[in-house]
């Protein structure tokens, strides 16, 4: 396995040599030599921060998840926008309880990630067995409906994308 | 034709930064107003980004790229930092508004 021991995480090696380039704004040869020098040192030297390997057994799905939850925020700051603006005492704010399918660690990342940027609600706490997120949703009508959308629009395209470990 | 698209989508993120900020004054409680700068800014900044971005590429010469980047740092820190702020403040119990729905078990 050398090319485990030189390329801990072959995902992140490419993403920071593109994130190099752009911070750079150029593809000078120098700077494409040095960037991926860098890609290939910083996995290297925390790779013991990240011990389990991050399986995307879809990356055109995750794609599509980017596409998707851009078009959510979207919909969803208009919502909001209309709540902050209208009279507040209509508001009913509350805490749910979302009960975790993924077990992924980088999957319930991206999911929590997902639910905080889409607005109206953010993820608050992650209970210790994982199982649970702790949700705090800026107006509540139906806490079942909540669930159920989240669960459909996020939480079941990443259980596709990411392998459990 | 370009300056209309331009105008629009400024005046679009200025509208939802404005939002946000209303948010920020006028809700109630910790939590809710935690709400107004996570929220409104992502589609505030990231309309004013895209504007910035379109503008740059076609008036001086190469693309920039610099927005997509600041775009994708914004949408990774700004829900961390919403997390970590409402896990601190349920820890030290921040006070919440009376109708806060609480968990049902």
Redesign the interface.
Known sequence: MMFRRVFPHPLLTLILWA?WL??N?SMDPGHIVLGAALAIFIPWLTSSYWPEQIIIRHPWMLVLYILKVLYE??V??AV??KL??GP?KR???????YELQLTSPVGISLL?????????T????LSKDRRYL?I?A?H?DD?AEIKAEIHRKFEKPLLEIFVAC | MLEWILAILIIVGAFFTLVGSIGLFKLPDFYMRLHGPTKASTLGVGAILIASAIHFSLKTDGVSLHEILVTLFLFITAPVSAHLMAKAAIHIKVKQVERTRQLED
Request: net charge negative; charged share 5%.
């Open positions: 994130i752009l911070l704004n925020i979207l969803a700051n909001v926008a902050i603006l507040q508001l009913n704010p509350g805490f749910l309880h929590a990630n997902t639910i905080s940027l889409t607005p109206g953010v993820s608050c706490d702790l705090h800026l509540i806490v």
